[in-house]
């Protein structure tokens, strides 16, 4: 089972986007592919960069199901 979690996307490198908890007392970013998240929130690449999302954390704590807060 997944919980949705809170996140926001900090910034582009390369064609990775840099993604942390969006929360004061947040963690490490981790990467992800920019263009997956783009398509599944139906974004541009560049309309990323401060975005807040949602996402299902899975069992190994990779996320997924990208959707707009």
Same mark, same amino acid.
Do not use: H
């Given at each position: 089972?997944?919980?949705?979690? #809170?996140?926001?996307?900090?910034?582009?490198?390369?064609?990775?986007?840099?993604?942390?908890?969006?929360?004061?007392?947040?963690?490490?970013?981790?990467?992800?592919?920019?263009?997956?998240?783009?398509?599944?929130?139906?974004?541009?690449?560049?309309?990323?960069? #401060?975005?807040?999302?949602?996402?299902?954390?899975?069992?190994?704590?990779?996320?997924?199901?990208?959707?707009?807060?």
């Amino acid at each position: 089972m997944s919980e949705r979690v #809170n996140v926001k996307v900090l910034l582009l490198f390369g064609d990775q986007a840099e993604v942390v908890a969006d929360a004061p007392d947040a963690g490490d970013p981790v990467r992800y592919p920019a263009a997956e998240i783009a398509s599944a929130v139906g974004a541009e690449l560049s309309e990323l960069p #401060n975005m807040r999302l949602s996402a299902a954390a899975g069992a190994d704590d990779r996320l997924s199901g990208w959707q707009r807060r």
